[in-house]
């Protein structure tokens, strides 16, 4: 049973850090692809930032490079997203994703709330 569950979310004032967590079960993080995305409302959801299997290559939206940093924990079975620097354009819902490489399939955790404002 493939599940994922986000956490960390909340309210922060712009130029603040907040890091969000996703715990991966029923499959292994390191040998998948893991993404965060986000989705404001009225707007299509995008694409954060990603983390390819086995490797530590990363891919960012141009919007968060130098500010986000995802990273996996295989121990934990963990991916976070350590965000600093942050802007009122940053809130939305962050959603993790999973790319399970084998089966081709997609996995999606609940998503959390992200608001920055003063």
């Known amino acids: 049973q493939v599940q994922l569950v986000e956490s960390g979310g909340g309210l922060v004032q712009p130029g603040g850090s907040l890091t969000l967590s996703c715990e991966a079960s029923?499959?292994?993080?390191?040998?998948?692809?893991m993404s965060w995305f986000r989705e404001a409302p009225g707007k299509e959801r995008e694409l954060v930032a990603r983390?390819?299997?086995?490797?530590?290559?990363?891919n960012y939206a141009d919007s968060v490079k130098g500010r986000f940093a995802i990273s996996r924990d295989n121990a934990e079975n963990t991916v976070y997203l350590q965000m600093n620097s942050l802007k009122p354009e940053d809130t939305a819902v962050y959603y993790c994703n999973a790319r399970i490489i084998i089966t081709r399939d997609d996995y999606w955790g609940q998503g959390t709330q992200v608001t920055v404002s003063s």
């Open positions: 029923g499959f292994t993080v390191s040998s998948s692809i």
């Open positions: 983390i390819f299997a086995h490797g530590h290559n990363t």
